[in-house]
């Protein structure tokens, strides 16, 4: 998947929530609306070259890219101050030297649809997944977004929805409260059989 090697570039930084990621922005599509993928570490960015790129920077601990930001996550206590400048000339040279952005062939996994959220469970759990993941798409994911994260649904049962989070969102300190007071009561009033929201992986 290469780039317009004519096309000129902006990127610029973009703070968020967790003050150990930076969302880059940047005028070009990479992935379709609602896709992403994120990338905890640099086996796992196998399919994707610029994530590979990115990884060769010694403090870059966690890529996200979706549709027209890449989110980096630094594992060092270096000053976003020194990195950011760095960052956004190697984003701004790769993309218009048309380095591509994913292998040949990749596919982004889609968020989950009601349909796939069935899996084994009951009517009943099926019909409240799909409420929730509505809910997700249409409230929750586009603001989660607008902090360089992701959040997906992973699965409900006897009222506990889990889900998964992305990007900026892992590891972030205001996680659980966003979480707990924002996404978990919402859920609650739209869907009265939702009591808990948990996330893989993140400890309350």
């Known amino acids: ?45 196998m399919e994707s070259p610029l994530a590979q790129e990115l990884f060769n920077f010694d403090y870059v601990s966690r890529v996200f890219i979706a549709s027209n930001f890449v989110t980096v996550t630094k594992g060092t206590n270096q000053d976003w101050v020194k990195l950011i400048p760095e960052l956004r000339t ?32 009951s009517e009943e759990d099926a019909t409240i997944s799909k409420k929730v993941i509505d809910l997700l798409d249409n409230y929750v994911r586009p603001a989660v977004e607008q902090d360089g994260g992701n959040i997906t649904f992973k699965s409900y049962k006897d009222g506990v929805v889990t889900v ?11 996680a659980t409260v966003t979480l707990k007071a924002g996404i978990e009561n919402l859920l609650k009033r739209m869907v009265p059989e ?11």
Request: aromatic residues 8%; contains cysteine; hydrophobic residues 35%.
């Open 194 to 204: 939702v009591t808990e929201v948990v996330a893989d992986g993140v400890t309350i």
């Open 164 to 174: 998964h989070l992305q990007g900026s969102c892992s590891g972030c300190p205001s």
């Open 1 to 45: 998947m290469l780039q317009n090697k004519e096309k000129t570039v902006s990127v610029y930084a973009e703070a968020n929530p967790n003050p150990e990621s930076m969302k880059f922005v940047m005028n070009v599509s990479m992935l379709p609306d609602g896709q992403s993928v994120d990338y905890p570490t640099l086996e796992s960015a």
């Open 90 to 121: 190697f984003l701004k040279s790769y993309v218009e030297a048309g380095g591509p952005i994913f292998n040949e062939g990749f596919v982004a996994n889609k968020p989950a649809s009601g349909a796939h959220a069935q899996g084994e469970g």
